[in-house]
């Protein structure tokens, strides 16, 4: 375990399985008082115009091409399908329910709040942090059991591919708190099983530079630049001459903006019956 209020979350949980643990009428209120509000948030926000397009701690570190685009080519992103608001509301009730676990475990933590990051060139960022636990920023996720286990392993694998920008968020929340860095709690959204990942890795330093960088290039509306290539496609170590899209555009809205010539085909080299889907940017001619 990565943190002690694990096991106090796991000595509750197992009092609740057995039958010997209580939850108080208090944190049951709390709950459902913060999924009220999240539903206010993803349905009736208070912002006049919710999706224009705004630096925040919560896109702040996304790659700078992604937020190029959302900034000057909003109207050519890919249509979020309808699940992506259920996947967000679930995502804010995964939150409210294990934020209440963790009270009823006895955990104490500031709740979440507002801030804003001064960035030394004049630029601000703001968003709303998760937690404060032992004086540290914490932000809780949930996650689907493949980022799970292979993106949430732990700080290292998560901060080489990062395309959500999850470090630079917890970063900017703890610089603007004027806190410590803390970690994600986790949560899989398909068992309930959770844990914590420590940022305590972090450099500070380098993500708020990058941070600085990021608004700069934004604000001042500087060129156009693809930040990843496409991968050439290989089978058995030999690369087959075609050319796939870079994992980290996989969850771009603007891929098909930014490569043209993108196709989603079955695979060209898996021998299954089934072939996956992959995303193509150049398909080699055939022989
Ligand atoms: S498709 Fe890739 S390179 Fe193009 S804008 Fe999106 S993330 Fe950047």
Known sequence: MNH?????LHSYLRGAVDGKSTMSQEVIDQVAEDIKVALHKQFNPEEE????FKLRMSNIGRPTCQLWFQKN???NAEPKPTSFKVNMIMG???????????????????????VTLD????GKVSGEYDMILDDKVDDVKSASPWSYENKFADFNTLNAGDSFGYVSQLVGYAAAAGKDIGGWWVVNKANGNFKYVSAEEANGKEVLENIEDTYDYIDKDKPFERCFEPVPETYFKKPSGNMKLSSNCRFCD????CWPTLQALPSRVSKAKDKPIVEYVSVAEAA
């Open 92 to 114: 804010d009730i995964v939150e409210a329910v294990f934020k209440g676990l963790l009270r009823a475990s006895g955990t104490t933590f500031e709740d979440n709040d507002k």
């Open 4 to 8: 002690p209020a694990e096991l106090s």
């Open 49 to 52: 115009e919710p999706r224009k």
């Open 73 to 75: 080519d909003p109207d």
């Open 254 to 257: 603007y891929r098909y903006k």
């Open 119 to 122: 960035l030394p060139k004049g």
